[in-house]
């Protein structure tokens, strides 16, 4: 599961990072909300993880 949260976290760093630079409207909102959806997946990968 941490694997899949870091490789998803890199996919929205560079959707967020096309976003952010303004290439569409879309592309920065859609870019923002995966971006919040990592780092939520990537702390909760972090905490559960580590349980085992």
Sequence with gaps: MFKWAIV???V???AAFLGF???SG???WIGK???IV????FI???I???RK
Aim: cysteine-free; glycine content about 12%; proline content about 0%.
């Design 8 to 10: 998803f976290f890199i």
């Design 12 to 14: 929205a760093v560079g």
């Design 21 to 23: 630079g303004e290439v």
């Design 26 to 28: 879309t592309a920065a």
């Design 33 to 35: 909300i995966v971006l």
């Design 38 to 41: 990592a780092v939520i997946l």
């Design 44 to 46: 909760l990968s972090l």
């Design 48 to 50: 559960f993880g580590r």
